[in-house]
């Protein structure tokens, strides 16, 4: 069965400083992966996704994700936080034995400081 | 503008009084699906729609009905809402059902069920 773990409810960063949005995965096929970011009362939107072959996967808003398949983990980065960040972030996978389902993360809440 | 609407965008009813949550995306997209937002748990798929007249069970799909008869439409149906499904309700489309093809999401309706 496949299942996405976010182990982190909640990161804190100061503006400026890099932040790391954790996520591991279990599928038993290729791992098709994503991240989604969610602002107060709207729905979710797409930020990246992992294209096979490239390990570190360039985004919008200036995050990106590094995959790394030996520890099943789809982190999501960036290098410099801004306050406007702040949002619930999803990790989510599908996999071509999952069918066509989409597993998501619990989700995890970043809160960037001024 | 691409987007995908859900209405209504609040909704209080009362235990097994019918309802229905509409879902339409103006993008032709081939794939579209319903989760249920919950604290702690992240999003749960409901049921999912690879194309008219195409429809499979999600994750959590006692207690809902779905239908998509035109490309456009999704309406999730409670037929007897109970308590539990008290929930935020995210409705979700993309362009096909490919692994590797990200979702757009509509705004989410609050639903309580009392």
């Known amino acids: 069965a496949q299942s996405v773990a976010q182990p982190e409810d909640q990161v804190n960063v100061a503006e400026g400083n890099p932040l790391t949005v954790k996520c591991t995965y279990s599928v038993s096929g290729n791992p098709y992966l994503f991240w989604y970011v969610q602002y107060p009362n709207r729905g979710l939107q797409f930020l990246l996704k992992?294209?096979?072959?490239?390990?570190l996967v360039k985004g919008s808003y200036g995050f990106e994700a590094e995959f790394n398949k030996s520890q099943t983990s789809f982190h999501l980065k960036k290098p410099s936080a801004l306050v406007s960040d702040s949002a619930l972030y999803f990790c989510a996978v599908r996999a071509n034995t999952g069918g066509f389902k989409t597993i998501f993360g619990a989700g995890t809440r970043l809160f960037v400081k001024a | 503008e691409a987007q995908v609407t859900q209405n209504p965008r609040y909704l209080i009813t009362v235990t097994g009084k019918k309802l229905t949550v509409t879902c339409s995306q103006n993008?032709?997209?081939?794939?579209m699906s319903w989760y249920r937002q919950d604290p702690g748990l992240g999003l749960r798929q409901i049921y999912y729609?690879?194309?008219?007249?195409?429809?499979d069970k999600g994750d959590v799909p006692e207690g809902y009905k779905v239908s998509r008869k035109e490309k456009r439409n999704f309406p999730l149906i409670l037929e007897s809402p109970s308590p539990n499904q008290t929930s935020l309700y995210f409705c979700?489309?993309?362009?096909?059902?490919?692994?590797?093809?990200?979702?757009?999401f509509g705004q989410g309706t609050r639903l309580t069920v009392v």
């Open positions: 979700a489309s993309s362009e096909d059902w490919g692994l590797n093809t990200e979702a757009f």
């Open positions: 729609s690879m194309n008219v007249e195409v429809t």
């Open positions: 993008m032709n997209h081939e794939y």
């Open positions: 992992y294209i096979t072959g490239d390990n």
